[in-house]
């Protein structure tokens, strides 16, 4: 598939001419006469161009222009509007479009519009019959004549009332414009294209054409026309000669060698008519197009859907080419960083093993010293210490100042186990690793931390022979300490013995003296799992 490439097709009622435009300038043209054996010809011609963009330029003399005003309507109405205009005006050819031209200034304010059409179906049959039987992506048919008002926008040549003349190998081209609003084209023939021939016809069919345009009331009496020729060569001498100023007309002539340099056509020395600059249009830019019907471009449709595939599908593959490269980046700098931390572990390995060989002799290996040193801090760590369990105590004590604390014993359970049974007692430990981590306790015979046990003996005070508020102290001290999920609780003497068994004996009416609300808690505080 071709992106910078284009075929260009010029199209007169005697031939059609095939240029490939590459890179900014098309190539010698191939012409194909307007019979059967030119229409053969250039069927075989395209036999090879179902890839390249191919724009038809229809140079012809049958090409019709009407000037008319519409409503003023929008959307769907104002399309079938439009649409039942043109069939009206051209009802017997399929080639036709219509250009709105601004809106009358007074009344209704109606839509100025430019219908314009190709009215001999039968000229462009066989040739549009070739393009589709090859399937060749045909973009649009175009007009010269409407392709004239970019020329002239290119060219700064805008004026209210101009006349721009082109000579092309079709014949001699007539386009009024007003302002950069075409309003009339006209295609003379020419009997050869010899320069005097040029020059008469040039000279006697502008005036035709100011008078045309002054009957037509396009062209208001007393306004000058301005008539711009584009001519090469003898024939821009002989025009100059013949085509003299009047006070309805007033003539300006151009060289097709300097408006080609002013297009950017390469070898614009080499431009004897008006052809190339019209190619060059249409190579240069995508216009719309003005006269293809829908299935005429449906080829280029699908080109341009196979075009955006390919570009999808070289983004992907360049997306995937991208993050593999970065990929195999990342991994080059892995495995560097990883060759280099090899390097620095091997060093250090060397260095420790120096140092370990320049120490003096000792009694103990440094693997037993390390392992000497893992134990004693087991045996530290897993010894008991009653910190803890008082640290709780006085807590708990903070929220009942009515409890005073007369004797605490501390011990340790004797029901602590090892973390080895009997039979595996009998076996050495393991020697430890110099490398590996140090060994769990329990695997080398040390005792688990064992539980701690601690009496509490106090008393309520002041006391004043009231047992129910001193029961109820040593309940919400044993609550208190009960919510530490470690500790468990258990009250072996209370400041009343309320059992059921137990014989209530006193006087009443008289406290009696030294009287006190002792009370004994038991507390076990097993080791954290």
Same mark, same amino acid.
């Given at each position: 598939?071709?992106?910078?490439r284009r075929?260009?097709?010029?199209?007169?009622n005697?031939?059609?001419?095939?240029y490939?435009?590459?890179?900014?300038?098309h190539?010698? *043209?191939?012409?194909?006469?307007?019979d059967?054996t *030119?229409? /053969?010809?250039?069927s075989?011609?395209?036999?090879?161009?179902?890839?390249?963009?191919?724009?038809?330029l229809?140079?012809?003399?049958?090409e @019709?222009?009407?000037?008319?005003?519409?409503?003023?309507?929008?959307?769907? &109405?104002?399309?079938?509007?439009?649409q039942?205009?043109?069939?009206?005006?051209?009802?017997?050819?399929?080639?036709?479009?219509?250009i709105?031209? =601004?809106r009358?200034?007074?009344?209704?304010?109606? @839509?100025r519009?430019?219908?314009?059409?190709?009215?001999?179906?039968?000229?462009l049959k066989p040739?549009?019959g070739?393009?589709?039987?090859?399937?060749?992506?045909?973009?649009?048919?175009?007009s $010269?004549?409407?392709?004239?008002?970019?020329?002239i926008?290119?060219?700064?040549?805008?004026?209210?009332?101009l006349l721009?003349?082109?000579h092309?190998?079709?014949?001699?081209r007539?386009?009024f414009?007003?302002g950069?609003?075409?309003?009339?084209?006209?295609?003379?023939?020419?009997? /050869?294209?010899?320069?005097d021939?040029?020059? @008469?016809?040039?000279?006697?069919?502008?005036?035709?054409t100011?008078?045309?345009?002054?009957?037509?009331?396009?062209?208001?009496?007393?306004v000058?026309?301005?008539t711009?020729?584009?001519?090469h =060569?003898?024939?821009?001498?002989?025009?100059?000669?013949?085509c003299s @100023?009047? $006070?309805?007309?007033?003539?300006?002539?151009l060289d097709?060698?300097?408006?080609a340099?002013?297009?950017?056509?390469?070898?614009p020395g &080499? %431009?004897?008519?008006?052809?190339p600059?019209?190619l060059?249009?249409?190579?240069?830019?995508?216009p719309?197009?003005h006269?293809a019907?829908?299935e005429?471009?449906r080829?280029?449709s699908l080109?341009?859907?196979?075009?955006?595939?390919?570009? !999808?599908?070289a983004?992907?593959?360049m997306?995937?080419l991208?993050?593999a *490269?970065?990929?195999s980046?990342? &991994?080059?700098?892995?495995?560097?960083q990883?060759?280099q931390?090899?390097?620095?572990?091997?060093?250090?390995?060397?260095q420790?093993?120096a140092a370990?060989?320049?120490?003096?002799?000792?009694?103990?290996?440094p693997?037993?010293m390390?392992?000497a040193?893992?134990?004693?801090?087991?045996?530290?760590?897993?010894a008991?210490?009653?910190?803890?369990?008082? =640290?709780? %105590?006085?807590?708990?004590?903070?929220?009942?100042?009515q409890?005073?604390?007369?004797?605490l014993?501390?011990?340790?359970?004797?029901?602590a186990?090892?973390?080895?049974n009997s039979a595996?007692?009998?076996?050495?430990?393991?020697?430890?690793s110099?490398q590996?981590?140090a060994?769990?306790?329990? +695997?080398?015979?040390?005792?688990?931390?064992p539980?701690?046990? !601690?009496l509490?003996?106090?008393?309520?005070?002041?006391?004043?022979?009231?047992?129910r508020?001193?029961?109820?102290? +040593?309940?919400?001290?044993?609550?208190?300490?009960?919510?530490?999920?470690?500790?468990? +609780?258990?009250?072996?003497?209370?400041?009343?013995?309320?059992?059921?068994?137990?014989?209530?004996?006193?006087?009443t009416?008289?406290?009696?003296?030294?009287?006190?609300?002792?009370?004994?808690?038991?507390?076990?505080?097993?080791?954290?799992?």
């Amino acid at each position: 598939m071709s992106l910078f490439r284009r075929q260009l097709l010029y199209l007169t009622n005697d031939q059609i001419t095939a240029y490939q435009w590459v890179r900014g300038s098309h190539s010698v *043209g191939r012409s194909f006469p307007n019979d059967e054996t *030119g229409w /053969d010809a250039f069927s075989r011609h395209l036999a090879g161009s179902q890839d390249t963009p191919t724009y038809l330029l229809a140079d012809l003399i049958e090409e @019709d222009f009407q000037l008319d005003s519409l409503p003023h309507v929008l959307g769907r &109405s104002r399309r079938a509007l439009v649409q039942r205009r043109l069939g009206q005006l051209y009802r017997d050819t399929p080639y036709r479009q219509a250009i709105q031209q =601004g809106r009358e200034e007074h009344g209704r304010k109606d @839509d100025r519009m430019l219908f314009s059409a190709l009215t001999n179906v039968g000229l462009l049959k066989p040739w549009l019959g070739a393009i589709l039987e090859q399937k060749v992506p045909l973009t649009g048919i175009y007009s $010269p004549a409407l392709l004239s008002a970019t020329l002239i926008k290119k060219l700064g040549l805008a004026s209210d009332n101009l006349l721009l003349v082109t000579h092309q190998s079709s014949g001699l081209r007539q386009s009024f414009f007003q302002g950069s609003a075409l309003k009339f084209s006209r295609l003379t023939p020419l009997a /050869d294209h010899h320069p005097d021939t040029v020059a @008469d016809t040039t000279a006697r069919e502008t005036a035709n054409t100011q008078q045309f345009l002054a009957s037509a009331r396009l062209l208001q009496r007393g306004v000058i026309l301005d008539t711009v020729i584009l001519a090469h =060569g003898e024939s821009l001498a002989r025009l100059q000669a013949a085509c003299s @100023d009047t $006070p309805a007309m007033a003539h300006r002539f151009l060289d097709l060698t300097d408006v080609a340099t002013q297009l950017g056509l390469k070898n614009p020395g &080499s %431009v004897s008519r008006s052809d190339p600059l019209f190619l060059s249009l249409l190579g240069h830019a995508v216009p719309s197009s003005h006269y293809a019907q829908a299935e005429q471009t449906r080829c280029y449709s699908l080109w341009q859907a196979r075009l955006v595939l390919y570009i !999808l599908s070289a983004g992907t593959v360049m997306g995937a080419l991208l993050s593999a *490269g970065a990929n195999s980046l990342d &991994s080059l700098n892995h495995y560097q960083q990883s060759q280099q931390m090899a390097m620095e572990t091997n060093v250090a390995q060397s260095q420790y093993r120096a140092a370990i060989r320049s120490l003096p002799p000792t009694t103990a290996s440094p693997q037993n010293m390390k392992a000497a040193v893992n134990i004693e801090q087991m045996i530290f760590r897993n010894a008991p210490s009653p910190a803890q369990l008082l =640290g709780i %105590v006085s807590r708990a004590l903070d929220t009942l100042p009515q409890i005073r604390i007369d004797q605490l014993n501390w011990a340790v359970s004797a029901k602590a186990e090892t973390a080895v049974n009997s039979a595996d007692s009998q076996q050495p430990p393991p020697a430890p690793s110099a490398q590996g981590p140090a060994p769990d306790a329990a +695997v080398i015979g040390i005792p688990k931390k064992p539980n701690q046990v !601690l009496l509490l003996e106090g008393e309520v005070t002041p006391f004043g022979n009231d047992y129910r508020t001193a029961l109820e102290s +040593v309940r919400l001290l044993a609550a208190e300490l009960g919510k530490n999920k470690q500790l468990q +609780v258990e009250i072996t003497r209370q400041p009343l013995d309320i059992k059921p068994s137990v014989i209530l004996s006193g006087n009443t009416g008289a406290e009696e003296s030294g009287t006190k609300a002792r009370f004994i808690l038991k507390l076990t505080l097993r080791p954290e799992s």
